[in-house]
């Protein structure tokens, strides 16, 4: 293979200044990518990645300090002026971003921001570069296209919008599109589309796509190559399947082992990472990782590795690691390296399911809301259904892993718990007693029970308070003492793994799981019965998922908490979850044991739920059968008649006749069990069939 | 969509309606017309000043009530009553308000376009000489208040006009007496004498639109869409011309609104200085002459207006952002 | 893409370094401390009091006797600026600091309660923004002479606070989704403690800004009035009120009456609006990410 690369990037350096000192957020970037490849970028916050992305296409600030070389082709990038480059971006080589909404012009129709693109390059109409847009927005799976080119952004969903920056992407035919965690705010069966809406540009315009995520199994779908970025510089590269399955830099080896399985039943303790990624200023001598690596000698904080080929391994197989040759001959899993935490069961998980007492009951739990629009003249034009009749119960030391996709009323579910509200319609039952007859007092009292956790660790917290307040207030509310407050809190800090030194510190002091902790701290100052979990390790960096998870379970396992754990990632569910429920648009599409209902899915929802989870694994990507779903998630405003979920069924579309359909159509499925008449795993659909998705190895 | 609009104008009218009623209560049970009368010399038999008072409906024995009844049943037949000199309030008001219209207009015109265009260019050549210095004199002229700035201006021209040897600019007055309205001769009299005045307004259009039309553009050059813009291949000039100004704008939306409404309540200052008899002189005046027929029409104009700036706001940012407007 | 780094600095020590780095804030705060001084201290020091005729000098330019000259009864500018400007400088910072307090509880809490509160709060904002403020001042002034100018400051305070409550109200409303608030509520938290302990200190920086902000505004509203015979009265001085007396002399050889006491309301008010700018870098430093891409 004698080709010319296609870009070059070579010794790229990013530096930017702030008042602290000097930020190096890119160090000595080296990565090549052929025409026509896959190259995957990984990495976690403070990596680089996207940095050095924006470097390519010479959209960093003037302020930024950028050395090295990027050669397109063999001619340099850097240097060059903006009109200069302005020739070829979005010509030659093109850019998807994170957040459509926001990377979307608010006040221009989509069609019109697409015939841009194409107008800036071609010497076309006005005409001709709107039909161009229209033809591109079917290119992109756009269903009417032509009514929707004049729509604004705001108007599209989010899976729609992206596809729309795709269409934007392609339209002048690139070379090379960089993709910049383009499915990061997407839901999973939307983020399904977009990568194979992805992969149809690819074979459309022949382009090379860098695909830049932190998400390991997206790249193990769609990467034929991979670099592995940390502390913005990259400490192992090489072919997807050399990376995956003989990982040879401690990094990289901790973060494929602390990722939590789908496809695994046994529930394996995670092998965390200790610590967390390092600050990019003033950065210590020796390799960056040295803090939190397992295997660090002396000459690990003295010299920084460099990205040296292994012997043995395929072609390209770097790894930038003093003891990488060590890894390689002894072959070391990542389960040798980073001690593995023994976590046993809890003790009530010893007692039947069904003999053990209800911490929480919903009872055809019903909340809607009224439907307001308009931000000046504010009236309703409808009702969203947000939870439309949803049954579950947890019993003492459960986990019931609550899971769906946006709009399908899992926040609204946990908000109605936590409120203690008497609902619209159905009942809610904590720890026995009814919420609707509920005075102020007793809430008051039941609150000492029942606690929360939320998902985003920066905005849980009060910033202007220090963590001794913030810890110190679910005690002062509910009268404990101010003598004994102090101690308490110390103890909530060791019991999470914190300093009790640290009490006075303030939340912008600590890292994102740092945050977290204390969240958890704080949710555990009363001695809860019952602890609700909001996507508690969603807005954390991957590597430091692992050790709050763990730490979740062992406190389940010491305090014999209960747990509701809302996630929409359900690998993490499948790891800490007894019983899962899946919810789509308000109500409850299959709930049972976690492993019968990820092994044997029974509801087609689900099973393509499980179907469009990437998994860390490339062999079995490739091999996977994909479910793709079609359209979007209805409005909750207007869910379809019978069963919701029927517009996008794939056995709606696929298997079933006419008569069939019409069932579906009119009737509205109940939850009926799966596993025999007694049984506890239920479904709602009419033609509900268990089999193995996550083994479905149909090819594709 | 339109019975809300009807609503929310129904809301904006009873508040009207209070304000009006309020004002012109304050200013009946406030202010004091009888002390106009008895403060002459010689001073008029209390008969015939109470007779006066009745007619104009400004007599402090009458219960407030009646004179409140009488003044809104006029205000029903569109007659604002008479002033405390027994002029027609109606009449007063006409042609006051053009006088102000056009003192004001091309002033806050040009310093709103002028203040506009700077803030752009200010945001986008960000803290190059030029941002600093339009920053700076911006800033200055914030901190001088409109008399300071009024004051020196009158007597900066007529500085001017001395070095230069000729009446260019004039300080006082609208025009100069003798003069037809409509000849070139008057017009560019009127013009002469509009000069200063509207560099006041000029000047202050100026210094407040190009900080707040600086600080709007800050606030979204920094926008990803920018740079999605860039990506597409637009240079950063054009990009930052085309998608930035035009969201820009939104929140600025708000503010040309309620100036383009309120720009009378502004020109108090500058008629009593440049001696312009338009509203913002009359405004003062009544109260001082202790006019309350005069005060509560004022208080009712501003009240108007203040509601159609609101309004106007709503509109232009529904205008302006596609993001309200369909819902 | 810049990471977050662990500051062991606390808070306000980063705030007062950002602060002192912009030289032209802290000149401005300064000029007010040197103000303060001027008005409160000068008269013990200076040799004129306000209230002091030199029969042997009407209106005579500024000398080394008179430093800022004297008027035609024979008072001395000096120290007639240094009287007035006490008022002005009073006049400021109760004013804002009242009017700052009463948007920030009626917005907190329009934001927090909404239902009939807010409906209440709200309506009653419309109305006095509705409300010919300057009018209503002025007609009510004469009513209020004799009796201490501080409901003078009361009034104009009350005429103040509307557009801040607007935008705490709407703070508040996104403040209100924050998870923090959540979690304090789902513990049990009361209402006006949560609103007194986690909203209104998260809007800290907004109403130190909005207060710097209205210091400027009041003086300038006292000088707008007073030019008219409606704010400050007499026998009491402000800064507005000598400019009221003697604008007319300004383009006369005694234009120094006007001139003076003119410049140093400027230099107030210019450095009020310093610090002010400088507070709202130093305290929010997200504007200028802008610029060159």
């Known amino acids: 293979m004698t080709a010319q690369p296609l870009l070059e990037v070579s010794n790229l350096s990013v530096t930017f200044p702030s008042e602290a000192g000097p930020v190096a957020a890119v160090r000595s970037l080296s990565y090549h990518i052929m025409p026509g490849e896959v190259l995957g970028i990984v990495g976690e916050s403070g990596s680089g990645k996207s940095v050095s992305s924006l470097a390519v296409m010479g959209l960093l600030p003037s302020r930024a300090k950028i050395t090295g070389s990027i050669r397109f082709k063999g001619a340099e990038l850097l240097g060059q002026s903006d009109k200069d480059l302005s020739t070829i971006r979005g010509r030659r080589i093109s850019m998807i971003f994170q957040d459509p909404l926001s990377a979307l012009t608010p006040v221009f129709t989509v069609g019109d921001q697409i015939a841009e693109a194409v107008l800036i390059h071609q010497k076309l109409s006005g005409h001709a570069a709107m039909d161009r847009a229209v033809e591109l927005l079917e290119l992109v799976g756009i269903p009417n296209p032509r009514q929707r080119a004049s729509a604004f952004p705001h108007e599209f969903s989010g899976g729609m919008r992206q596809r729309a920056m795709i269409a934007m992407a392609i339209a002048n035919d690139p070379e090379l599109i960089i993709a910049d965690e383009p499915t990061t705010a997407l839901d999973v069966t939307i983020q399904a589309q977009i990568l194979e809406t992805l992969e149809k540009a690819r074979e459309t315009t022949g382009a090379a796509i860098i695909m830049i995520t932190h998400d390991l199994g997206v790249i193990a779908g769609a990467a034929d190559r991979v670099t592995v970025m940390y502390a913005g510089k990259p400490v192992e590269t090489g072919a997807i399947d050399d990376v995956f399955y003989q990982p040879r830099m401690p990094y990289t080896l901790g973060l494929l082992g602390s990722i939590p399985r789908l496809d695994m039943a046994e529930r394996q303790p995670l092998t965390p990472i200790e610590g967390s990624p390092p600050s990019l200023i003033n950065l210590p001598r020796g390799c960056p990782f040295t803090p939190r690596c397992p295997m660090r000698i002396e000459k690990c904080e003295q010299v920084e590795p460099e990205l040296v080929v292994l012997n043995a391994s395929g072609a390209g197989h770097a790894a930038a690691c003093h003891r990488s040759n060590e890894i390689e001959q002894q072959n070391l899993k990542s389960t040798d390296i980073f001690p593995a935490p023994v976590i046993g069961e809890p003790e009530v998980g010893a007692v039947p399911r069904a003999q053990r007492e209800a911490v929480l009951e919903l009872r055809d739990l019903v909340k809607h809301f009224p439907l307001v629009k308009g931000a000046i003249l504010r009236r309703r034009v409808g009702t969203v259904f947000a939870v439309d009749g949803i049954s579950l119960d947890i019993r003492e030391g459960e986990t019931l892993g609550l899971v769906g996709e946006s709009g399908c009323g899992k926040t609204t579910t946990i908000m109605e718990i936590l409120n203690l509200t008497t609902p619209a319609s159905g009942r809610i039952v904590v720890f026995g007693k009814d919420t609707a007859g509920m005075t102020a007092q007793d809430r008051f009292a039941v609150r000492e029970d029942l606690s929360v956790v939320f998902q985003d660790p920066q905005a849980s917290l009060d910033p202007r308070m220090p963590v001794s307040s913030i810890l110190a207030e679910p005690l002062e509310t509910h009268g404990v003492p101010a003598g004994e407050r102090t101690a308490r809190i110390e103890e909530l800090l060791q019991i999470v793994g914190l300093r009790a030194e640290h009490m006075s510190r303030y939340p912008q002091e600590f890292s994102g799981g740092q945050r977290q902790r204390v969240g958890i701290a704080r949710a555990l100052a009363l001695k809860p019965r019952l602890v609700v979990l909001d996507e508690p390790v969603s807005a954390l960096d991957v590597s430091i998922r692992a050790g709050v998870i763990n730490l979740l379970e062992k406190l389940r396992m010491d305090l014999g908490l209960a747990y509701l754990f809302v996630a929409h990632d359900l690998s993490v569910v499948r790891h800490i979850a007894d019983r899962v429920a899946v919810m789509y648009l308000g109500k409850i599409a299959e709930i049972g044991e976690v492993n019968r209902v990820f092994s044997l899915p029974a509801h087609p929802y689900t099973q393509a739920l499980l179907s469009a989870i990437p998994l860390p694994d490339p062999r079995k990507e490739r091999a996977r059968r994909r479910i793709i779903l079609k359209g979007d998630i209805p409005n909750p405003s207007d869910p379809p008649s019978g069963c919701r979920f029927r517009t996008r069924c794939q056995k709606f579309a696929g298997e079933l006749n006419d008569q069939q359909r019409q069932r579906c159509i009119d009737e509205e499925p109940l939850l009926t069990a799966q596993n025999g008449p007694e049984g506890d795993h239920l479904a709602a659909c009419h033609y509900a069939e268990s089999y193995a998705v996550l083994d479905d190895v149909g090819g594709k | 969509m339109g019975r809300f609009l009807l609503r929310r104008l129904a809301y904006l009218i009873v508040l009207v309606v209070i304000a009006t009623a309020a004002t012109y209560l304050l200013a009946a049970v406030a202010l004091n017309p009888r002390s106009n009368f008895e403060g002459r010399n010689p001073p008029p038999p209390p008969e015939v000043v109470d007779a006066r008072l009745d007619e104009l409906n400004l007599n402090d024995k009458t219960p407030i009530t009646d004179r409140f009844t009488r003044w809104v049943s006029g205000l029903v037949r569109s007659d604002l009553g008479l002033t405390v000199d027994g002029g027609s309030v109606n009449d007063e008001m006409g042609r006051r308000v053009w006088v102000s219209l056009r003192l004001l207009l091309i002033g806050s015109l040009l310093g709103t376009l002028a203040g506009v265009a700077a803030g752009a260019y200010s945001a986008v050549k960000q803290y190059n000489f030029s941002d600093h210095a339009i920053t700076l004199v911006s800033f200055v002229i914030l901190s001088v208040n409109t008399v300071v700035l009024a004051v020196f201006l009158a007597n900066a021209g007529t500085s001017f006009n001395n070095a230069v040897g000729n009446r260019v600019v004039y300080n006082t007055g609208e025009y100069s007496p003798g003069l037809e309205a409509w000849t070139s001769e008057g017009i560019v009299d009127r013009l002469k004498h509009l000069i200063l005045p509207s560099l006041v307004l000029v000047l202050q259009g100026f210094a407040f639109y190009s900080r707040y039309q600086r600080n709007s553009m800050l606030d979204v050059l920094g926008s990803d869409f920018v740079r999605t813009a860039q990506a597409k291949g637009l240079r950063r000039s054009r990009a930052l011309i085309k998608h930035a100004l035009r969201t820009a704008l939104i929140p600025m939306g708000t503010f040309f609104a309620y100036q383009f409404a309120l720009i009378f309540i502004g020109s108090i200052f500058v008629e009593k200085i440049f001696t312009w008899h338009g509203m913002g002189e009359w405004f003062v005046q009544s109260i001082q002459k202790n006019d309350v027929n005069a005060t509560a029409a004022i208080g009712m104009f501003v009240a108007i207006l203040v509601l159609i700036a609101g309004f106007l706001s709503d509109v232009v940012t529904v205008a302006l952002d596609p993001r309200i407007r369909r819902s | ?293």
């Open chain 3, 1 to 293: 893409m810049v990471p977050k780094k662990a500051d062991p600095d606390s808070r306000s020590r980063l705030v007062l370094r950002r602060f002192l780095r912009r030289r032209l804030a802290v000149a401005g705060l300064f000029l007010v401390a040197l103000f303060f001084v001027f008005a409160y201290l000068g008269p013990f020091v200076y040799k004129w009091q306000y209230n002091q005729l030199d029969f042997q000098a009407f209106l005579q330019p500024p000398s080394s006797e008179h430093w800022f000259g004297t008027t035609q009864n024979g008072f001395d500018m000096l120290a007639l600026t240094m009287r007035g400007m006490q008022k002005s400088l009073i006049i400021g910072l109760i004013g804002a600091v009242l009017s700052t307090g009463i948007a920030a509880v009626a917005g907190a809490a329009a934001g927090y309660f909404s239902g009939w509160t807010d409906r209440v709060t709200i309506a009653l904002i419309d109305l006095l923004l509705v409300l010919p403020s300057f009018l209503i001042i002025a007609i009510l002034s004469p009513v209020f002479s004799g009796r201490t100018w501080l409901v003078f400051v009361l009034l104009l305070s009350a005429f103040q606070w509307m557009i801040t409550a607007r935008v705490v109200r709407s703070m508040t409303l996104s403040m209100k989704e924050r998870e923090f608030v959540y979690a304090a509520r789902f513990t049990g938290v009361s209402n006006w403690k949560i609103i007194v302990r986690h909203i209104l200190p998260n809007m800290s920086s907004f109403l130190i800004i909005d207060a710097t902000i209205n210091v400027s505004s009041l003086i300038l509203s006292e000088v707008g009035l007073s030019f008219f015979g409606f704010g400050v009265q007499p026998p009491d001085i402000s800064l507005g009120t000598l400019i009221n007396d003697h604008w007319q002399s300004a383009s006369t050889p005694n234009g120094y009456q006007f001139y003076l006491p003119a410049f140093l309301l400027i230099l107030l008010v210019l450095a009020v609006n310093l610090v002010g700018d400088g507070l709202r870098d130093a305290l929010d430093p997200n504007a200028g990410i802008g610029g060159d891409r």
